[in-house]
Nanobody
Framework: QVRLEESGGGLVQPGGSLKLSCAVS????????LTWFRQAPGRERERVAC????????RYADSVKNRFTASGDNAKKTIYLQMNDLRPEDAGIYYC????????????????????????WGQGTRVTVSS
């Protein structure tokens, strides 16, 4: 059974950094795409960044470009989200969602997937940005 476990959330001051991790276990196929979503109170869940293990490609929301970086460690079966220059509007619960890939699909092709289309979800980790 595939399981996703997020970690790394916490409280950080504006301008600070956090690195989130999404550990993937039980996955036996060749490739997957993993998208980071976030949800703030009273707001819809929004996609933040996507990483495809098929070609190590990435895709980012405009609001986080040049501040956030998604990366993967195949050996550790973990996907990371390095978040720099954090802003209060970045706060929320961050979730990782996995989409099984049956071909070498880049992150751009996954970006538009509706949250309901993802195969697996983690439980989330909270990020608070406040002084």
């Amino acid at each position: 059974q595939v399981r996703l476990e997020e970690s790394g959330g916490g409280l950080v001051q504006p301008g600070g950094s956090l690195k989130l991790s999404c550990a993937v276990s039980g996955f036996t196929k060749d490739y997957y795409a993993l998208t980071w979503f976030r949800q703030a109170p009273g707001r819809e869940r929004e996609r933040v960044a996507c990483f495809s293990t098929a070609d190590d490609s990435t895709r980012y929301a405009d609001s986080v470009k040049n501040r956030f970086t998604a990366s993967g460690d195949n050996a550790k079966k973990t996907i990371y989200l390095q978040m720099n220059d954090l802003r209060p509007e970045d706060a929320g619960i961050y979730y990782c969602a996995l989409e099984v890939l049956y071909d070498t699909v880049p992150a751009d092709n996954i970006w538009g997937f509706h949250p309901d289309e993802y195969d697996y979800w983690g439980q989330g980790t909270r990020v608070t940005v406040s002084s």
